[in-house]
């Protein structure tokens, strides 16, 4: 496929030479994902109400969305909150399913740690309330080389709200985030990091307004999806040339 194909488009950098590998000639182009910002816009009344319907109104909320699964090393989580048990005015909040859910909420349940709320997958629809309720974005994958190619696509729907990132992931997101000056890397699986990133945003809601600033002005120019589409079109543009 790669060999036939008039174009191949990757949606990382770090994936062109793995295709290159197989596909010695022929355009590849990087096109990477983005975010629809109509969709993607700030609503203060529902992100008010998700606060409200779940216990979170007055408190600082990181949110980790998205896939409970083994890739994440959502571990650090649940270390991250044993270590911010003290701070009554931080929650952290989880959402979604995946297969290491039940095992996430048993350790939580067994350890008392009121300052998890989890709830279950929510539809793309629901997503904007809850990057809108959001104080940071936990953005988390397990430390292995294979993880430093790939971009998660939830970076894009923080930085749209202007939700500042605690990222522990290597390699191509850590430049994106940085390239944006959208959010604070740790080391992936660092609970004692985690917790820091959590405590220093709370603690300066200044700096976590700058960041989200920054990061929503960094997605607009660059990861909007309409300009993405045009990207694309202009590279089909280029076959018939």
């Avoid at 989880?94 to 067994?110: F, H, Q, S």
């Avoid at 850590?174 to 820091?196: F, R, V, Y």
């Amino acid at each position: 496929a790669y060999r036939k194909a008039d174009l191949v488009v990757s949606v990382t950098d770090g994936f062109v030479p793995h295709i290159r590998a197989r596909r010695a000639k022929g355009p590849i182009a990087v096109i990477k994902n983005g975010v629809d910002l109509s969709r993607f816009a700030s609503d203060p009344a529902a992100a008010d109400a998700f606060r409200a319907e779940h216990g979170l109104t007055g408190k600082f909320v990181a949110s980790y969305v998205g896939t409970h699964g083994m890739a994440h090393g959502l571990q650090a989580v649940i270390a991250a909150a044993e270590r911010l048990r003290g701070r009554d005015d931080i929650a952290l909040l989880m959402v979604g399913g995946g297969a290491e859910r039940e095992t996430i909420k048993t350790i939580r349940d067994a350890k008392g740690l009121t300052n998890i709320v989890m709830l279950d997958q929510l539809p793309k629809a629901a997503m904007p309330a809850v990057w809108g309720a959001s104080d940071a974005a936990l953005v988390l994958l397990k430390r292995v080389d294979t993880f430093k190619t790939v971009i998660p696509s939830k970076m894009f729907e923080a930085m749209a709200l202007g939700v500042p990132m605690i990222l522990g992931v290597e390699g191509e997101a850590k430049a994106l985030m940085e390239e944006g000056s959208a959010g604070i890397a740790i080391t992936p699986e660092d609970d004692a990091e985690l917790a820091a990133a959590i405590l220093r945003l709370a603690d300066d809601r200044a700096l976590g307004r700058r960041i989200g600033a920054s990061a929503q002005a960094f997605v607009r120019a660059q990861f909007d999806r309409e300009k993405l589409a045009h990207a694309y079109l202009a590279e089909f543009e280029a076959l018939r040339r």
